[in-house]
């Protein structure tokens, strides 16, 4: 186990409702990424928070948001559901010491299963 | 548990054999390269991980090839464990930046 918590475990919601996924990141580390996998697909990079504030974003829309909390926990809220919203969500979190500019290994969740029906 | 990777390419070997799995990525710029094992049910964990001044490193059990020319990369598993089934996902990252781009990945179905 990687000490990365998501709840909840799994999600059903209908078309245009909105969703709040919730990450722990493991203890010590102070960046989390968001991916969302659709069945039978690598994870796609949604975006990253350091410190508070989003450090990168990969290609999706704003009804795509997060948030970064003080003790590094995370949200990420999808507004206006669709169909192809769909897919299990992972977020994954790593201890960047230099602000966005190192690898650092990145450690995983168990994903949040969100089915829009 | 989880269902991942329906329709993926799936690769299948007998127990005490030796895997490779093979992956292609796309970005010439990219220099951090990471293979990730996806159990049913879980979320993707680290195996190995190399960076473009390399094209080989070991790991336990575990070898990460990296073919900077013809952009591949390959994970080879010395005997193979019934444990060792799973989904197989390739990554890289370029810049430093922490965003992975995963490829599609390959199923790994171990006989015993």
């Keep these: ?117 | 548990g989880e269902s991942v990777g329906l329709h993926l390419p799936t690769l299948s070997v007998q127990e005490g054999d030796n895997s490779i799995i093979n992956c292609a990525y796309s970005n010439s710029a990219s220099d951090y390269f990471i293979w990730y094992k996806q159990e049913s049910g879980k979320g993707p964990q680290f195996i190995i991980d190399i960076r473009s001044n390399m094209d080989k490193r070991q790991g336990q059990r575990v070898t990460v090839l990296l073919n900077k020319t013809v952009k591949h990369l390959s994970l080879q598993i010395a005997a193979t464990q019934p444990g060792d089934s799973a989904v197989y996902f390739c990554a890289d990252e370029s810049n430093a930046g922490n965003m992975l781009t995963f490829g599609g990945g390959t199923r790994l179905m171990v006989k015993p």
């Design chain 1, 1 to 117: 186990e990687t000490g990365v918590t998501q709840s909840p475990t799994h999600l059903i919601k209908t078309r245009g409702q909105q969703v709040t996924l919730r990450c722990s990141s493991q203890s010590g580390h102070n960046t989390v990424s968001w991916y969302q996998q659709a069945l039978g697909q690598g994870p796609q990079f949604i975006f990253q928070y350091y410190r508070e504030e989003e450090n990168g974003r990969g290609n999706f829309p704003p009804r795509f948001s997060g948030l970064q909390f003080p003790n590094y926990s995370s949200e990420l809220n999808v507004n206006a559901l669709e169909l192809d919203d769909s897919a299990l969500y992972l977020c994954a979190s790593s201890l960047d010491i230099m602000g966005g500019r190192s690898y650092n290994e990145q450690f995983f969740g168990p994903g949040t299963r969100l089915t829009v029906l």
